[in-house]
């Protein structure tokens, strides 16, 4: 037997098969190293050359929200957009202390065993008449589920945190020049004179029909590009393993009999799930369907008449087909006729109430004089159309300007700036505003270059995967 297996070897259909088996080995073994080694992938995020875990994430998710009352629990269980929000804020926070970790490290900042010991049992939870008692320290540890390295931990990341970013944190003082200069400023009023010219004065005849036509040629009505699509829908509870296996294996029976030729409609009554049809809309359209919603974007991305893999969704898995789509086009013209009349009206309402504002700014510019004028005084905020306040303190005094909103032009003479009184509880009001801000273009700016030293990279395949499913 062993002799005829040895002869056998040498023959040419002995080695194919026995290359084909040791590629199928070696595929196999290749395929789980990459499969299941993306699995075992916990980083969520990766700071510099440190990495923050799932589980990092997760605990630190739920310290935050054993710490909030159960009202607030229970929006960000059940409100998507404040969940997000609140997973948004963990990451942020994780991130930064990771930030100044990797910037204590580098600088070679420690903390020692004692100094944490001594700053442990300054803790008033901890005490008792001033004294230190462990009993008190290992009930506080209990309740809130952390041991005793855990709050080591903890506290020494606090401590090295103050260290890197703590000074960066201390607002700078403010001179007074600077707290003069933005009061000033801010409640500074100007003496201006303006006049007003109104496009609705001025009377155009009806437009023909030669005129409609080259209006539109050159200001188009664009309709945006549109998609009609379908989808079938398996609800799964998703967080929980015994559903969410259920769900998928529906799902994929739903998938196999699309892939064998029954329609989605076929599929769905056969499996008694979901199937919706859904008229075309444009990408900026507010879309009242829950699933709908959450595939906008692939569903701008794929090819008309064919249907999308299995999509994981927060609450169940969809096939997505898109139907039709209809390209960006312009309007029909008959369509927008009437529209188009009031544009070219009010274009040409325009362009004569420009020649006339030119002619009164020639005439001010000569002699000072300016038709049908207002004179008053201005603040920042008050007293004139806003596009006429922001070129009166925009401009130089004693210079004139026109200025434009959606009806009408303006004519504008800048007479002289006025001081405002000296009101010693807005200057304060005004010191306290400058103060955080500069403590906050401060921190920001060394945020920034924490970030610079030490690129975040958010793993979004791990993030997809265990945050937002």
């Given at each position: 037997m062993l002799e005829y297996l040895r002869n056998a070897a040498e023959k040419t259909w002995a080695k194919i098969l026995m290359f084909i088996l040791i590629f199928s080995f070696v595929g196999w073994g290749a395929a789980e190293w990459i499969f299941t080694g993306a699995t075992r992938d916990t980083t969520l995020v990766r700071v510099g050359k440190a990495d923050i875990s799932v589980q990092r994430f997760n605990d630190e998710r739920s310290r935050e929200l054993a710490g909030m009352p159960k009202e607030e629990?229970?929006?960000?269980?059940?409100?998507?957009?404040?969940?997000?929000?609140?997973?948004?804020?963990?990451?942020?926070?994780?991130?930064?202390?990771?930030?100044?970790?990797?910037?204590?490290?580098?600088?070679?900042?420690?903390?020692?065993?004692?100094?944490?010991?001594?700053?442990?049992?300054?803790?008033?939870?901890?005490?008792?008449?001033?004294?230190?008692?462990?009993?008190?320290?290992?009930?506080?540890?209990?309740?809130?589920?952390?041991?005793?390295?855990?709050?080591?931990?903890?506290?020494?990341?606090?401590?090295?945190?103050?260290?890197?970013?703590?000074?960066?944190?201390?607002?700078?003082?403010?001179?007074?020049?600077?707290?003069?200069?933005?009061?000033?400023?801010?409640?500074?009023?100007?003496?201006?004179?303006?006049?007003?010219?109104?496009?609705?004065?001025?009377?155009?005849?009806?437009?023909?029909?030669?005129?409609?036509?080259?209006?539109?040629?050159?200001?188009?009505?664009?309709?945006?590009?549109?998609?009609?699509?379908?989808?079938?829908?398996?609800?799964?509870?998703?967080?929980?393993?015994?559903?969410?296996?259920?769900?998928?294996?529906?799902?994929?029976?739903?998938?196999?009999?699309?892939?064998?030729?029954?329609?989605?409609?076929?599929?769905?009554?056969?499996?008694?799930?979901?199937?919706?049809?859904?008229?075309?809309?444009?990408?900026?359209?507010?879309?009242?369907?829950?699933?709908?919603?959450?595939?906008?974007?692939?569903?701008?991305?794929?090819?008309?008449?064919?249907?999308?893999?299995?999509?994981?969704?927060?609450?169940?898995?969809?096939?997505?087909?898109?139907?039709?789509?209809?390209?960006?086009?312009?309007?029909?013209?008959?369509?927008?006729?009437?529209?188009?009349?009031?544009?070219?009206?009010?274009s040409e309402q325009r362009k004569n109430a420009y020649v006339r504002t030119n002619e009164d700014l020639v005439a001010l510019n000569k002699d000072g004089k300016l038709k049908n004028a207002k004179t008053l005084a201005v603040s920042r905020t008050e007293g004139a159309p806003i596009v006429v306040l922001n070129a009166a303190f925009a401009g130089q005094q004693g210079t004139n300007a026109i200025t434009e909103d959606e009806n009408a032009f303006y004519v504008l003479h800048i007479d002289k700036n006025i001081a405002p009184k000296s009101d010693a509880k807005k200057k304060e009001a005004i010191r306290k505003e400058l103060t955080n801000l500069s403590g906050r273009y401060i921190s920001d700016d060394y945020g920034q270059f924490l970030k610079r030293k030490y690129p975040v990279k958010i793993n979004q395949r791990v993030y997809d995967r265990f945050i937002t499913k």
């Amino acid at each position: 037997m062993l002799e005829y297996l040895r002869n056998a070897a040498e023959k040419t259909w002995a080695k194919i098969l026995m290359f084909i088996l040791i590629f199928s080995f070696v595929g196999w073994g290749a395929a789980e190293w990459i499969f299941t080694g993306a699995t075992r992938d916990t980083t969520l995020v990766r700071v510099g050359k440190a990495d923050i875990s799932v589980q990092r994430f997760n605990d630190e998710r739920s310290r935050e929200l054993a710490g909030m009352p159960k009202e607030e629990q229970r929006v960000v269980y059940t409100d998507p957009v404040k969940s997000e929000a609140f997973t948004k804020k963990i990451i942020a926070s994780l991130t930064m202390n990771q930030l100044a970790m990797n910037r204590a490290k580098d600088m070679g900042y420690m903390v020692s065993d004692k100094r944490i010991a001594d700053e442990i049992r300054t803790y008033p939870q901890f005490q008792y008449k001033g004294e230190f008692v462990p009993s008190l320290f290992d009930a506080v540890l209990q309740r809130n589920g952390m041991t005793e390295r855990d709050f080591a931990n903890a506290l020494r990341g606090d401590i090295l945190y103050q260290m890197s970013v703590g000074a960066f944190s201390v607002p700078a003082g403010v001179p007074q020049f600077a707290v003069d200069a933005f009061y000033n400023a801010r409640h500074a009023k100007r003496d201006i004179k303006y006049s007003i010219i109104k496009f609705a004065d001025f009377k155009v005849p009806e437009p023909t029909d030669e005129q409609l036509k080259t209006y539109y040629a050159q200001n188009p009505q664009i309709v945006p590009e549109t998609r009609s699509v379908s989808y079938v829908f398996v609800a799964a509870d998703m967080d929980k393993p015994d559903e969410y296996d259920k769900g998928f294996k529906k799902a994929q029976q739903v998938e196999d009999m699309i892939i064998s030729g029954a329609s989605m409609k076929e599929a769905a009554e056969k499996h008694k799930i979901k199937y919706v049809v859904v008229p075309a809309f444009a990408r900026n359209a507010k879309v009242s369907d829950k699933v709908l919603s959450d595939l906008i974007d692939k569903v701008f991305t794929m090819n008309s008449g064919i249907e999308s893999e299995l999509l994981e969704l927060k609450n169940g898995f969809a096939i997505l087909r898109v139907d039709d789509i209809r390209a960006e086009h312009n309007a029909d013209f008959e369509a927008v006729r009437k529209d188009l009349v009031a544009r070219w009206k009010k274009s040409e309402q325009r362009k004569n109430a420009y020649v006339r504002t030119n002619e009164d700014l020639v005439a001010l510019n000569k002699d000072g004089k300016l038709k049908n004028a207002k004179t008053l005084a201005v603040s920042r905020t008050e007293g004139a159309p806003i596009v006429v306040l922001n070129a009166a303190f925009a401009g130089q005094q004693g210079t004139n300007a026109i200025t434009e909103d959606e009806n009408a032009f303006y004519v504008l003479h800048i007479d002289k700036n006025i001081a405002p009184k000296s009101d010693a509880k807005k200057k304060e009001a005004i010191r306290k505003e400058l103060t955080n801000l500069s403590g906050r273009y401060i921190s920001d700016d060394y945020g920034q270059f924490l970030k610079r030293k030490y690129p975040v990279k958010i793993n979004q395949r791990v993030y997809d995967r265990f945050i937002t499913k």
